[in-house]
């Protein structure tokens, strides 16, 4: 057959294969978890989170004041002076092992709990979000009683009360990181998940009271941005972890500036990928599709930009297209969905301003001829081609299923223009040369570059930014680091 003559709308259509989600329950109403118990808010308030993909409600959520707030942050700080500093070291471990363990019993669970409350794939929160959340709740948990091998010639002692705000783009697993290491150093924990996307740290605290965690250990408020403020503006915490946008961690710093408090933050990226001549072609073309199609283009590391070599670009694109069109774009429960739901009505109106900005600066637009579901948040794969470097399409973070391409002819031109924005998270190189990888990845101002892959994650792995990206890393023993200090 000639291959042209493909019509690729129609060899690549899939029965529907929606994941059950009969065996979910979800409650109508969820308070806060403070001290071991669901409280419910001072000022008996609550919000909605929805399905994304339906514009569904699924739940009402306690909304958090500086009352909850403190009560929290009160009971954090009782636990980790009555108990969780009292514990050995190996006791605490098993606590956090228990934890693991009872989470993969509940994987199922808590894979399809995230697609409902977040809009991404059922594929990617089964296969990437829930198993590399308890994978981390498993690395952290054996460095319990090892953590003074660890520093050598010190004794480490944990920092204190920790609050810690996550965002939507990977509610669970952002919790993982956030939890994980904080209670193997023997730190207590105050956290705050996103607004959109409560429900799986509510679930986790469920299981947290199962597993007879001695209460307060880990408390839970659920809030937007003010009760996010009141958590970073508490005085009686010793620490703040955050990730989300680089405009709230510039907020954090101005407001901890001068306190006691520590803090890391994971901020925004605008990664770039770049394809040299000698890749192999179609698995590059693959790890560009996975690093900004397959999650909505919903991750602070995507790789939103990508940089091809000028002599394979017209065969790049070809094949960037044609795989575009292959992309299934719908319910994020079907397990053959490729892009899920756009995270929030904000965020769909976000990526929306970003494409008109694009086309309006020159760009030459290319999107999918797919079709939207009527209902919920959608965007349809979307290439920028013939961009230029100091478009905003180009320099800000658009964290949706947008790619803008340029092209270049030497190491050195992909090299400069790649590190040419304000965010320095992550990066890809694509290339034969075992010599080029290290050259342009030593090069890349980035916390994280990956070589002929993308988007590949370990708990043993530091990750974290450079410049605007953020401060701090986390994952690996250097995830542990900022949870401690020494005598
Ligand atoms: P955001 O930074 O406002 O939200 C992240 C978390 O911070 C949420 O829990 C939120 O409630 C909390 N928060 C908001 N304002 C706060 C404040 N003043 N003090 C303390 N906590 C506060 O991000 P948003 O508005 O949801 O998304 C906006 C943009 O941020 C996205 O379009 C994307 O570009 C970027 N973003 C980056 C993420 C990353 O992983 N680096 C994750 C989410 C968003
Ligand atoms: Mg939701």
């Not at 929030?344 to 020159?362: H, N, P, R, T």
């Amino acid at each position: 057959m000639d291959p042209k003559s493909l019509d690729f709308k129609t060899s690549w259509e899939y029965a529907p294969a929606p994941e059950g989600k009969e065996h979910i329950k979800i409650n109508a109403r969820y308070e806060h978890f403070i001290g071991g118990e669901f409280v419910a808010p001072a000022k008996g308030r609550y919000f909605e989170t929805i399905n994304p993909a339906t514009e569904e409600k699924l739940s009402e959520v306690a909304e958090g004041s500086s009352e909850d707030v403190d009560k929290a942050v009160v009971a954090a700080r009782a636990a980790l002076d009555k108990s969780w500093s009292k514990l050995r070291a190996s006791e605490r471990g098993k606590y956090i092992y228990r934890l693991a363990r009872m989470m993969q019993e509940r994987a199922r669970e808590f894979a399809v709990i995230e697609s409902l409350d977040g809009g991404k794939t059922i594929r990617e929160s089964r296969d990437v979000d829930v198993p590399l959340a308890i994978a981390h709740f498993f690395y952290y948990a054996g460095w319990a009683d090892k953590i003074r091998y660890a520093f050598p010639g010190k004794t480490p002692r944990p920092i204190g009360v920790a609050g810690q705000i996550i965002p939507w783009n990977f509610p669970l697993l952002m919790a993982a990181w956030k939890i994980a290491p904080a209670l193997a150093a023997g730190n207590t924990v105050v956290l705050k998940p996103a607004e959109t996307t409560p429900l799986t740290a509510l679930k986790l605290a469920e299981l947290i009271q199962a597993a007879d965690l001695p209460p307060g250990v880990v408390n839970i408020v659920t809030g937007a941005g003010a009760t996010g403020a009141a958590l970073v503006n508490h005085p009686g915490l010793d620490k703040i972890a955050f990730t989300g946008s680089t405009e709230v961690g510039k907020l954090i710093q101005r407001a901890i500036a001068g306190s006691r408090k520590r803090y890391t933050l994971e901020l925004g990226g605008k990664a770039a990928n770049i394809i040299f001549e000698d890749a192999a072609i179609d698995q590059a073309v693959e790890g560009i599709v996975n690093g900004i199609f397959f999650n909505q283009g919903h991750v602070c590391c995507a790789g939103s930009r990508l940089f091809v070599q000028e002599s394979v670009y017209d065969t790049v694109i070809r094949k960037l297209k044609d795989r575009l069109e292959t992309l299934i774009v719908g319910d994020p429960l079907d397990k053959n969905t490729d892009i899920g739901a756009i995270n929030s009505k904000m965020q769909l109106d976000k990526i929306s301003a970003y494409l008109k900005i694009g086309v309006a600066e020159g760009a030459e637009l290319y999107q999918s001829s797919c079709k939207l579901p009527k209902k919920g948040f959608f965007c349809k794969p979307t290439l920028f081609l013939h961009c230029s470097q100091s478009q905003r399409i180009v320099q800000e973070e658009i964290f949706g299923p947008v790619l803008s391409v340029q092209t270049f002819r030497t190491p050195e031109e992909a090299i400069s223009r790649a590190n040419n924005t304000p965010y320095g998270l992550s990066g890809g190189v694509w290339t034969d040369k075992g010599s080029k990888i290290f050259k342009v990845s030593n090069a890349l101002r980035c916390g994280v570059v990956w070589a002929n892959t993308y988007n590949k994650f370990d708990p043993s792995a530091p990750f974290g930014g450079y410049k605007e990206s953020g401060m701090g890393r986390e994952g690996g023993l250097h995830g542990l680091q900022p949870y401690i200090q020494y005598n």
